[in-house]
């Protein structure tokens, strides 16, 4: 019993690696920019096909591939403040926005997917394994790729919390997040630091994308899925806070995994939702509250 | 004139607040701006520090025009504004408060000799660096705005209605803090309801009323005038 436990333990440890880098990239664009960006799926999908286009048609090595999908999503994410949110921040002045940057990113959602489909095809497409080999630990085992994922992810959520705490932009991007006037009477660009925040965000995203295309298929609408279960993990740990993201994330992953000993695994995916209605309905500020702070 | 404000027209989408405000202050004058509610004090200093884009008029700062620009531009010509809320970031400390304050300085070096500098001057935030802003009290939460606004060292420092909602204690400490500052050579231009507040200190004084220069003079001059003082002040002339 215990064994199968651990196992599950271990399982669910190296799931909630991938939905960390995932939902906390989400939270940080919406904790700054207050958007709910419908299209971090894609951002995560075009890291997976930069990693494609380097690692299996280039032959480069992986580290290549993913340093280049974080560019990639990196510079995708910057382009789509001046782009699309700007205009429309414009458009807006003053009024509350409403629904309308949720509309904006679901048509960029569907703008990248049908781009990705038109381009690429919609084959599923095959990346060989980074790192081979399993880690024996004895009551399970666990593949180095996974374990890859969640090391990766582990040091790149690491390094954004530095960044936030220490670096002088990261500091600015809390300062906005908690008080954009203010933060522009310091003499912080807002718009520079809105597409930094949407760059770091895809970034992350692009880099998951990258480091799952040995495990998943790489196919155009390969992050939607995921979009949808981070929005559960955001409002789970507080929308905007990115260490409720981070503990929500493995509460999700882990909670899914066990689930399994209880549930038919084809009920596993729902587990999110059930979360996330629950919270919804009992605690809406999430576990941690809205706070891109501390 | 240091800051001057020439027939400056402005407001919220097609509600026009300010309908032609001027006013002019030198290096190191304290002007006072006073008036009843709504007359757009606060859309005033909004206005001259770019957060309100003038539909017609100049803003200028040494002879610069700054009408038009961004406040994260304007703050770099020189201006400091502070909010009437103090305008703080609530979950940050008191320190990086302070660091996000010199986020134009050039260099991890000169935000710590800025901070050293405005700590030293606001003692009492010197064992607190790593309070949250947000669980200082009112009063406190207002020194540690002007604090910051001081770590760029401003030519002009803007003070939105800083003695609103404050302990008495913390009005004089905030007006004992603009005294010395303007002995340092600074100029401020102070939204003020604290009547009697601003006249203590001010050169200058500007009444505004339904978005239109009502008076403009001294304090002596303003004292002197039985019109301004029954209908802006309150007072009985006589």
Known sequence: MLDTLLEFAIQGVVLGGLYALFAVGLSLIFGVLDVINVAHGEFFAVGGYLAVGAIVLLHLPPGVGIVGAALGAFLLGVAVYPVLIAPLKRRLGRRPAGPLYLVLTLGLSTFLQSSLLATAGGDYLQVPPYVRGILDLGVTAVSYQRLLVLGVAMVLLLGLFVFLRLHRLGLAVRAVAQNPDAAQAMGINLPRIFALTLGLGAALAGVGGALMAPLFNVYPAVGFPLTIKAFAITILGGMGNLAGALLASFVISLAEAFSVMLIPSQWQNLIAFVVMIVVLLIRPQGLLGRALSR | ?238
Do not use: C, W
């Open chain 2, 1 to 238: 004139m240091l800051l001057s404000v020439e027939d400056v027209r402005a407001g919220y989408g097609p509600i026009e607040i300010l309908q032609g405000v001027s006013l002019a202050l030198a290096a190191g004058q304290i002007g006072g701006v006073i008036g009843p509610n709504g007359a757009g004090k606060s859309t005033l200093l909004k206005t001259i520090f770019g957060y309100l884009r003038p539909t017609a008029g100049r803003v200028r700062l040494d002879g610069r025009a700054i009408g038009g620009l961004r406040p994260d531009q304007t703050m770099r010509t020189g201006l400091a504004y502070v909010a009437q809320d103090g305008g703080l970031f609530p979950d940050m400390t008191v320190h990086d408060n302070l660091v996000v304050g010199g986020h134009t300085l050039p260099g991890r070096r000169a935000v710590r000799a800025a901070a050293d500098e405005v700590l030293a001057r606001f003692p009492l935030f010197g064992d607190r660096r790593r309070q949250l802003a947000g669980s200082l009290s009112g009063g406190e939460q207002r020194l540690l705005a002007l604090a910051r606004a001081l770590m760029t060292r401003p030519r002009v420092l803007l003070l939105d209605e800083p003695s609103a909602a404050l302990a008495p204690r913390y009005i004089d400490r905030v007006y004992e803090t603009v005294a010395e500052l303007h002995r340092g050579g600074l100029a401020l231009l102070i939204v003020e309801q604290n009547v009697e507040a601003i006249l203590a200190v001010a050169h200058l004084v500007f009444v505004l009323d339904l978005g239109r220069n009502a008076f403009g003079g001294t304090p002596a001059d303003l004292r002197g005038s039985d019109r301004i003082r029954r209908l802006y002040l309150g007072e009985d002339a006589a």
